[in-house]
């Protein structure tokens, strides 16, 4: 039974590894800062590993994660160290999680990545659409450029994101 349990434990830890690093570097911005809290937080959950019942191991792991984060926001040590007012906005309270924060920023990042691997024209509009949130009536008020043709344009974007997105994923499964 035991092994069973290490291994599970084994399993989320591949699983969630760089959702936790990210949650901690989002927090800290320091990458080796991040390192140390993750760990602290695998640690911490391979110690209370007994408790956990078993649902949501995404969950639970970014909640010890999101602790972690905070107390070290608040030791003595950290203090005297100063958070950019950019990262400031992380702690807001939106009516999200830090760890849904953490995902939409980090696939905002992932769009704009692929949007700029676009070739114009179509890169100028998805990028606009996906990631600067304009509408295409807007984009096309601001350009002076027919509705049609964007509408066009955002459509073909669409399906080279698709394919990009399909090539992303497979060089990540290998």
């Avoid at 084994?10 to 590894?17: D, G, P």
């Avoid at 010890?64 to 160290?81: E, F, G, H, M, P």
């Avoid at 990042?109 to 676009?118: D, F, N, T």
Wanted: proline share 2%; net charge positive.
């Amino acid at each position: 039974m035991y092994i069973k349990a290490q291994q599970q434990f084994e399993r989320y830890v591949a699983e969630y590894k760089s959702l936790i690093i990210a949650i901690c570097l989002t927090v800290t911005t320091n990458y080796f800062d991040a390192e140390d809290l993750a760990q602290e937080t695998f640690l911490s959950a391979y110690r209370n590993f007994h408790r956990f019942d078993g649902e949501s191991p995404k969950a639970w792991l970014t909640t010890i994660a999101v602790n972690k984060c905070r107390d070290y926001l608040k030791s003595r040590t950290r203090r005297n160290l100063h958070m950019p007012c950019e990262d400031m906005r992380l702690f807001a309270d939106t009516g999200e999680t830090l760890e849904e924060r953490v995902e939409i920023e980090t696939s905002k990042g992932y769009v704009r990545k692929l949007c700029g691997r676009l070739k114009e024209p179509y890169k100028s509009v998805a990028l606009c659409y996906f990631c600067e949130g304009k509408k295409l009536s807007q984009l096309a008020a601001e350009t002076g450029q027919n509705l049609r043709t964007l509408e066009t344009r955002l459509y073909r974007a669409k399906k080279l994101l698709k394919v990009l997105w399909g090539e992303e994923r497979q060089n990540e499964e290998t």
